[in-house]
């Protein structure tokens, strides 16, 4: 079996007496998309946060395989700088090359004609755009995605999935977290996260198949 | 590394540039403050202790007001700057440092920012303050507004990192900048010349302008002093900008990429 692109293991956090993570387990593989649902406060942006390296555990260990992509909840952008500033910036954080991967996703995701305007004057909507292209642009092995489509009108919201199945074909390990996960049939895996803990509500059988979009 | 210092050097200096609150107060309270306080104050002459010498020095009251006010708008703007800028970007920097930029580039950019910031400023209040008054040592008194800049930016930086609440920051950097340089002045403080008055970080630059102002000594200690107050401040702030924006699994994924940097194919 071919080894995981993310592992995961025995994540605890607590918050003062509140436990919100109790000896999570969690492995993502190539070529898969998981869900992650759960009630508001269950702990699914602590988890993610920590698989990110945002925040740090009490316990357990996180294994990333390759790049990590990774798009918080919160849109995470500079005010006083433009789409392409971002892109420059972000492509200096991943040392990467150019920005060929960035320019096809502006384009897919349709909002070329804002590249030179700066954050503060962007709608809701192309904020989020920019802030999943981010996440995106260094075609990261493993991509962990906090509620990525609030905010999307529905064109943007197919063209998510058009991207996600793509990351899928192409060996890409997925996760999405959500407080409402529509287009169950979309995931490989789905994961129920209550009391702490992981529970699978829909099996990783086809794990590696294409993806049906 | 180069790479990530030009692109982080370039786009903080963008974003102080874009600050539409420092540029209102160096195009209206700069020239407006000078005015305001030259009008106020008359040319009698004042005694000043001057620390170098540990001696009272006779000088123009009106000049000596258009010195300490030049170093209370660059303390003002730079400590607004800088404040705001990195009160703004907390979680923007931990994302770049979460997408792979080294914290020592961030931070080493952040004070380069700093520097150039205040030499900017620094020159125009200069230049506005000589629309009233030539004085002989004018390299000195740009010094002097220079390193309190500095000094304010790094104050107005730590606080930045430290404070969540927008007004407490605000609050807190209104009071020390008007105190502190209002307090060295003995037009404006009978109890200026005193000794105490030499543990308040514009001391040591309101020394370096009287010097450049009315004395042909080199303020050296002056210089150092000032030059102290910065490195504490700065290495404070950037310091608490580390904790904040490090990111705990960071390293341990730098190491992963290097043995695995390509994905496997599906």
Redesign the interface.
């Given at each position: 079996m071919?080894s995981p692109?993310l592992r995961a293991t025995s994540i605890s956090k607590s918050y003062g007496r509140r436990r919100v993570l109790d000896q999570v387990e969690l492995e993502l593989y190539?070529?898969t998309l998981v869900g992650i649902v759960g009630e508001n406060g269950a702990g699914k942006s602590t988890l993610l946060r920590i698989l990110?390296?945002?925040?740090?555990p009490d316990s357990g260990a996180?294994?990333?395989?390759?790049?990590?992509g990774?798009c918080?909840q919160?849109v995470?952008?500079?005010?006083?700088?433009t789409v392409d500033?971002h892109l420059?910036?972000?492509?200096?954080?991943?040392?990467a090359p150019d920005l060929q991967v960035a320019s096809g996703l502006i384009e897919r995701l349709g909002y070329t004609k804002y590249r030179r305007t700066?954050a503060s004057a962007l709608s809701g909507g192309i904020r989020q755009k920019l802030n999943l292209t981010?996440s995106l642009m260094?075609d990261p092995?493993v991509l962990l995605l906090d509620e990525p489509y609030q905010g999307f009108d529905w064109e943007t919201y197919l063209r998510f999935w058009e991207l996600a199945a793509d990351l899928?074909?192409?060996?890409?390990a997925t996760l999405v977290i959500s407080h409402l996960l529509f287009d169950q049939e979309r995931f490989d895996t789905i994961y129920h996260l209550a009391n702490g803990r992981l529970q699978v509500t829909k099996s990783a059988s086809h794990a590696?198949a294409p993806a049906h979009v | 590394m180069f790479?990530?210092l030009?692109?982080?050097l370039r786009?903080t200096l963008?974003?102080i540039a874009?600050?539409r609150l420092a540029a209102g107060l160096l195009i209206i309270f700069v020239p407006l403050w000078y005015y305001l306080l030259g009008a106020l104050i008359g040319n009698a002459p004042v005694a000043f202790k001057y620390g170098l010498s540990n001696r009272f020095l006779q000088v123009d009251g009106h000049n000596l007001t258009l010195i300490t006010t030049g170093l209370n708008t660059v303390t003002l703007i730079m400590a607004f700057l800088f404040f705001a800028s990195t009160r703004?970007?907390a979680?923007?920097d931990?994302?770049?440092v979460?997408?792979?930029?080294r914290q020592a580039t961030l931070m080493l950019a952040k004070a380069s920012a700093l520097i150039v910031a205040s030499a900017v400023i620094a020159t125009y209040a200069l230049g506005v303050m000589m629309v009233a008054w030539r004085p002989r040592g004018l390299f000195l008194i740009w010094l002097s507004f220079f390193l309190a800049g500095l000094i304010y930016g790094a104050l107005g930086l730590l606080l930045g990192a430290l404070l969540r609440s927008e007004l407490a920051g605000f609050f807190i950097i209104i009071m020390v900048s008007l105190f502190d340089t209002l307090f060295q002045n003995p037009l404006d403080n009978p109890a200026a010349n005193q000794d105490a008055l030499k543990a308040l970080p514009s001391y040591a630059p309101t020394q370096v302008g009287v010097a450049g102002g009315f004395t042909s000594l080199f303020p050296g200690r002056e210089l150092l002093l000032s030059l102290a107050w910065f490195a504490v401040l700065i290495a404070l702030g950037l310091a608490i900008f580390w904790l904040r924006t490090r990111?705990?699994?960071?390293s341990?994924?730098r190491s992963?990429?290097r043995?695995?940097?390509?994905?496997?194919?599906?």
């Open positions: 071919t692109l190539p070529g990110a390296g945002d925040l740090r996180v294994q990333i395989t390759g790049a990590l990774y918080p919160a995470v952008l500079n005010e006083a700088l500033q420059d910036y972000f492509r200096a954080a991943y040392q700066p981010i260094h092995t899928r074909q192409r060996g890409r590696a | 790479d990530q030009r692109a982080a786009y963008l974003e874009r600050n703004g970007s979680a923007f931990q994302r770049l979460r997408s792979g930029y990111s705990w699994n960071a341990a994924r992963a990429a043995v695995a940097p390509v994905a496997p194919a599906a």
